[in-house]
């Protein structure tokens, strides 16, 4: 093809997929008790996590304008052409770099086309959106009609989560720590979505770990069109078994053509904690 479809690493594909898929990542720089890491194969989630445990802060920093150039410039330099879907706009000024990136490149290779798309979307979210990409490309469908799709699918492609650890969504700013603190005593789990502006909202709670897990299932059930599903993706916060507790129940409700099942990657694993569970699957519009 004359184009190549990029991302970045808060995709959470598995990183064979990535390969698979042949859709090259920029990784996200995260900062772990003052030490800078990369979100690629080098930051596994057993450290990730058990540093997590351990107490030690970590943030994450978008890309910025100049490790966007410097991922797109040798694809241009082959002379081709540029799709870029990333972490959405409302989580992250990361699109606004890639935007930055692509006006400072355009003149200098005004015969390629560099095309940033806001996907309004995270994690495996954003993974199946790549998934149907990698699709259209490989079908031979034109450059111009990877945009068309983002804008017409994005906003059906569902994201659910559920966390243990009300005090690690307290440090990102998302619950108050008066709220984290008597939530975590009553054993209170937040029930969340990412909206249709790709900002995560808090849309409801549930007590009892096993509760929120099931919840996240029925969440599906309301918001699936019909009890056939092509994707079903989990990521999970070091949690396995509690995440396929969620995909059987999922099981029970719909027949599923794929599955896809992955840590959360430091880049969404360093705000939300361990003990995540998120679940992404196309169905109606997302709710406000």
């Not at 599906?220 to 995440?243: I, N, P």
């Amino acid at each position: 093809m004359d184009y190549v479809i990029l991302t970045d690493s808060s995709a959470d594909l598995p990183w064979a997929l990535y390969r698979e898929l042949d859709i090259p990542f920029v990784p996200f720089n995260i900062n772990v008790g003052g030490e800078n890491r990369f979100d690629d194969e080098s930051f596994t989630p057993a450290e990730l996590y058990g540093t997590l445990r351990g107490g030690v802060v970590a943030t994450t920093s978008q890309v910025t304008p100049e490790a966007f150039k410097d991922f797109f410039t040798p694809r241009l330099r082959e002379g081709k052409d540029i799709f870029y879907a990333g972490l959405a706009s409302g989580l992250s000024a990361t699109y606004e770099s890639a935007c930055a990136a692509r006006d400072e490149l355009a003149p200098l290779y005004p015969a390629s086309r560099i095309e940033v798309v806001d996907s309004a979307s995270v994690t495996l979210g954003l993974g199946i959106l790549l998934h149907r990409l990698a699709r259209l490309r490989d079908a031979g469908a034109p450059f111009e009609a990877l945009r068309e799709y983002v804008e017409r699918n994005k906003n059906n492609i569902n994201h659910l989560f559920t966390v243990n650890d009300l005090m690690f969504l307290q440090r990102g700013g998302r619950v108050s720590k008066t709220s984290a603190v008597v939530g975590s005593l009553l054993g209170i789990k937040p029930m969340l979505h990412v909206t249709p502006e790709g900002k995560l909202k808090n849309h409801g709670k549930v007590r009892g770990r096993r509760q929120s897990l099931v919840a996240l299932a029925e969440e599906a059930s309301a918001c699936a069109v019909g009890t056939e599903l092509e994707y079903v993706m989990l990521a999970h916060g070091d949690c396995e078994e509690d995440m396929l507790v969620t995909l059987e129940e999922m099981k029970k409700r719909f027949t599923i053509n794929h599955i896809v099942t992955r840590n959360l990657g430091a880049t969404i694993g360093a705000h939300s904690g361990p003990g995540t569970v998120a679940l992404f699957f196309e169905g109606k519009p997302r709710m406000e």
